[in-house]
């Protein structure tokens, strides 16, 4: 069965919200958007590809609530307020509840989160943990929900891509060599979210941990170097970099000392047939050092 109706995607103007969008008009779908400034030049280019446009704050119940009303499913994505640098676990929490209970006062029977791998096995990440929050809180309500938990994003390597010394590009990241990491493409976080909230009997369980690669430092290199046609390697460093960012040396610690991330690549793709390995995304994205 597929849901009928006005699918409602919070977020749509940003990254994650915008691939989502971009995969339920693929299929069809009437798509509204929550949004704070409707006539900011990214809420009009929605309007203009047929999405609703609705007025909305989260911070503002009531105007959430209205937003929400007749729609048959809920997308949502939480951060912390003032992004990640801010570290504001506590906003990002808040924020997700907020929504939550918005879209139970407004009578939407189903929502879809996007939570982070690793977030119901106790990371002790802090913005995992925040958004197990939301998802505990999602778990109380009367109403269906889908997890979809996304892991480490390719898109981070625009600001976390190798650099150029000597003729040599060189990929650093504070894990060991022999750790794979899974990675995502923010766009196969969209076409699952827009299957799950379409067709929410194809995500097992009601919870997907998703990936579309999973790779080791020497092999991220390798990619760049194949992409690019220079030489690269490969450089541990050690988590003291990341001193003044607990946040971030907690991720970093739980990549190398657990098995992290537990995303099942054939899964996905047989929900998402099109999902992006490292480098399917390197070439659909024209990566170029530093770009």
Do not use: C
């Not at 929490?93 to 879809?112: E, F, K, N, S, W």
Request: glycine share 10%; net charge negative; no cysteine.
């Amino acid at each position: 069965m597929t849901t009928a109706g006005t699918l409602a995607v919070y977020g749509a103007t940003g990254q994650q919200g915008g691939a989502v969008v971009d995969a339920l008009l693929a299929r069809g779908a009437t798509v509204r958007a929550p949004v704070r400034t409707p006539d900011s030049e990214t809420a009009q280019a929605l309007a203009q590809r047929g999405v609703e446009l609705a007025t909305a704050n989260a911070d503002d119940p009531e105007s959430m609530t209205a937003a929400l009303e007749g729609a048959q499913a809920l997308f949502f994505m939480t951060s912390p307020p003032g992004g990640m640098q801010s570290e504001d676990t506590e906003g990002e929490t808040r924020q997700g509840i907020a929504l939550a209970d918005a879209a139970q006062r407004a009578g939407v029977p189903h929502i879809v989160f996007s939570s982070v791998g690793g977030a119901e096995r106790e990371s002790g990440i802090p913005h995992f943990e925040s958004k197990r929050r939301v998802e505990e809180h999602l778990e109380t309500l009367d109403l269906q929900v889908t997890i979809v938990r996304p892991v480490f994003f390719l898109e981070n390597l625009h600001g976390m891509g190798p650099s150029l010394e000597n003729d040599e590009l060189v990929v650093r990241f504070p894990f060991p060599d022999d750790i794979g990491l899974q990675m995502i493409a923010v766009q196969d976080i969209g076409a699952v979210a827009a299957t799950a909230l379409l067709e929410p009997q194809a995500i097992p369980g009601g919870a997907i941990e998703i990936a579309g690669d999973e790779l080791t430092g020497s092999q991220i290199a390798a990619a760049f170097a194949e992409h690019t046609g220079m030489p690269a390697r490969y450089e541990a460093l050690p988590i003291s970099v990341l001193d003044g960012s607990d946040d971030m040396q907690a991720m970093f610690r739980w990549f190398a000392e657990t098995p992290a991330y537990q995303a099942d690549l054939a899964q996905v793709k047989a929900i998402d047939p099109e999902v992006l390995d490292l480098r399917a995304w390197l070439a659909a994205v024209d990566y170029q050092v530093g770009a």
